[in-house]
């Protein structure tokens, strides 16, 4: 009963964790560039939750476990969040669709760069080499997003081209009511000090940082009184309770419907994933190597290449398709159910194999 109520409670103060950190994203969003708000502060903040529970993982030895949960939430991240942020973003458009920013689709051509990482350990199993790369690669992203801003010009051209292409509509028949909507925002800029979005990012940082480990650790709990396969648990409950913010405040974002908060979304969950690519992948093999860990060649490299797969086609969409529709966030829905069943499928059998030995 304990772990229930735990996990409840735990749950509503995430849930208010992550509105927060949606509202203080748009506040600033209106004043700095969508991906370093955010790639870098809402992203670190949501991913820190799983960041500390990988990290205890392995702390403890138990790596299997913490393989299946970095890439059980790389992938939840990549497919239902990504896929949620797309189908409730173009939902409230009148276009449908949803065109990212310049520096958003470079955080995506980033990601698809990174994928690079994983690709590797997987081939060659723990390797300091490609462990520094990983972080190196992540310092790279950080001062790359930090020196590279979208001029406030370019993101209401952006804008504008999305009102010209909405159901055909002439660029004259918009001028109004994007001079009305231009009114409207810059209203909501004086209504909305700075100060208040720094407030409500710490104040959702804090409590998402406290009642993180309290809500993985109910839901630990409780699947272990389930008697649930632990490989499972790491792939998909795992990643559910330490990425729930992310999900939850990306959903906020885009269920707003306007193009920066959008592209404040995509880039809170492409931000977060280079970070699972890059950095957790470095801490991955320091560990490995230090601790001696020995390489389980069909779990680890099942793990690690499904979660290149998906960050690629989630990369591979941003960067690459101009106009994101509904149907590509239906897409990512399915990479992540064919994804799921391998895991799943593959997991049985080796239970299977065992029981049978």
């Given at each position: 009963m304990?772990?229930v109520?735990?996990?409840f ?5 995430l849930?208010f964790?992550?509105w ?12 700095y560039d969508?991906?370093i ?6 992203a ?7 960041a ?12 299997r ?25 173009t939902?409230?458009?009148k276009a ?24 590797a350990?997987l081939?060659?199993g ?59 925002e810059?209203?909501?800029e ?17 409590l ?19 008697e ?11 990643p559910i309770?330490?990425?729930m ?15 920066q ?13 280079i ?6 992948m ?25 979660l ?9 969409i941003g ?10 966030g ?14 799943y ?10 029981a049978?030995?």
């Open positions: 304990i772990p109520l735990t996990a409670l735990s749950f509503i103060f849930s964790a992550s927060c950190i949606g509202e203080g994203g748009e506040i600033l969003g209106k004043k969508a991906s708000i955010g790639g870098l502060i809402i670190w903040l949501n991913t820190a939750p799983e500390i529970f990988f990290i205890t993982a392995l702390s403890s030895d138990n790596t476990f913490a393989v299946g949960a970095v890439s059980g939430s790389s992938i939840v991240v990549c497919t239902v969040a990504l896929g949620c942020c797309i189908v409730l973003g939902r409230k458009r449908g669709t949803v065109q990212l920013q310049p520096p958003v689709k470079r955080q995506c051509l980033i990601l698809l760069c990174s994928i690079i990482i994983p690709l350990i081939l060659t723990y390797n300091i080499f490609f462990g520094c790369i990983g972080v190196l690669y992540y310092v790279v992203f950080i001062g790359y997003s930090l020196f590279h801003k979208l001029p406030e010009d370019e993101k209401k051209e952006d804008d504008i081209e999305m009102g010209i292409n909405q159901n055909g509509a002439d660029p004259n028949s918009t001028d109004n009511n994007k001079e009305e909507e231009d009114h409207e810059e209203e909501e004086h209504d909305e000090p700075l100060y208040k979005g720094v407030f409500y990012l710490f104040l959702g940082g804090l998402i940082c406290y009642f993180s480990k309290p809500f993985i650790d109910s839901i630990v709990s409780l699947a272990s009184s389930w649930v396969n632990p490989i499972l648990l790491a792939f998909f409950l795992a309770a330490s990425e913010p992310e999900i939850l405040e990306s959903i906020s974002l885009s269920r707003k419907g306007n193009s908060s959008i592209n404040i979304a995509f880039s809170n969950l492409i931000g977060g994933t970070t699972k690519t890059t950095l957790l470095g801490i991955f093999c320091f560990f490995g190597v230090v601790k001696g860990f020995e390489w389980e060649s069909p779990t680890y490299s099942l793990s690690l290449l499904l290149t797969i998906c960050a690629a086609s989630a990369a591979g960067y690459f398709v101009p106009k994101i529709k509904q149907t590509h239906l897409l990512l829905f399915a990479i992540f159910s064919v994804t799921g069943i391998i895991q499928c593959y997991n049985i059998n080796i239970d299977d194999a065992i049978a030995v």
